[in-house]
C-alpha cells in the first residue's frame, strides 16, 4: 500500500509541475492536497477548473469577484456548484487560489499566460483496484463510429480543431514501419490512436496483395496481437477485397479485452494485425523428403534394353 502510495504521489507531483508547460487547452489533473497545481491563464480568455462534486469554499489572495474591487484574477462561482472559473486581469499577475473540496484543500497557484489552459477538470485519484486491469468502459457501436471518423480527420481536426483531439494518444510508423508479412499478402500499420476514455485503439492499415488474382477476406475478422495475447476487432471499415497486385487502406479499432477488462495498450507496443482470408487459399507448404539411404541403379528387366 506504500509503494501503491508513493507511486500516486509521483504521479501528482509530475502532472502538476508540467501542467503550466503544456499547450493543450484542456487538461485533467489527479486530486492531491500535497501538491500545488500552477494554471496558466489569460486576460483574453476563461479557465474553468471542474471538480467531481459540489466546491465547500473558496479562498484566494489577489482575486475579486465583482470586478470593482482591486485584484489581480477574476472569480466567478455559483454555490452549490462544482466548478469555478477565473481570468486574468493584468498581464504578468500571479496569484493562490485555495479550494476547499471534500474535506480537503487543494492549491492553485495562477498565473497570466498567452498559452492558457481554458479547461481543467479535477479528477479523484484511482483506487488500487482500479489502477489494475478494472472493467472495459461500455463504448456502444454509434460512438465507436465516432471514433473511427476522428482517427479518418485526425489531422484536420488537430490543425483546426486541437480541443477535440487533446486527449487522443497518436503515432506514426513511416520511419520503422510495423509489417505482417503473410507471404502472397502483407498488412502494414501505417498510424495508430489511443483514445484512453473508451480504452480503444484505432489503427489505419495498409493491405497489399501481391498475386494476380483478387485477394478477398473477411472485412470484420481483424485480430491484434500484442505480446502473446490476441484481441479481436470491435469496429471495421475495410471493403473485403484487394485487387491483383493492388493495395488497400482499411481502420479498425480494438476495445478493452476479450474477457472485458481493460487493455490498456501503449502505442509503442510491436504490433501484429490479422485477418481471415477467403481466398485465393493459401499456397501448399512445400514438402522436402529426405533420406540417407543409399541410391541403387535401376536394373532393367534381364532380356530388355
Known sequence: M?????YLFAVGVIASLTLAAQSQPIQQ?????RVAVTVPV???RVTTISFPSPID????AGITVDGKTPGLFQLAHAKGSAFLSVRAIFPKASANLNVRWNEHTYVF???ESNAPVLSLNMATLPTPEETGAGRAPEVSPLKLLSLLDKAK???LLKAQQPESVADVGFTTYDGKPLVSDFNDYEIQIEEAFRFNAEDTLVFRAAITNETDTPLIYQPDSF??????RLYPQSISDASGTVSPK??????FAITGTPDGGRNNLSLKNQFTVLVNRLSPPAPPPLVVVTTNAPVRPIRSPRGQP
Open 153 to 155: 480527420a485526425f489531422p
Open 223 to 228: 485480430t491484434l496481437r500484442a505480446g502473446n
Open 2 to 6: 506504500k509503494t501503491f502510495a508513493n
Open 42 to 44: 489569460a486576460t483574453n
Open 109 to 111: 497557484e495562477l498565473i
Open 246 to 251: 493492388g493495395r488497400s487502406i482499411v481502420y
Open 29 to 33: 489533473v489527479w486530486l492531491d492536497d
Open 57 to 60: 469554499a473558496i479562498d484566494g
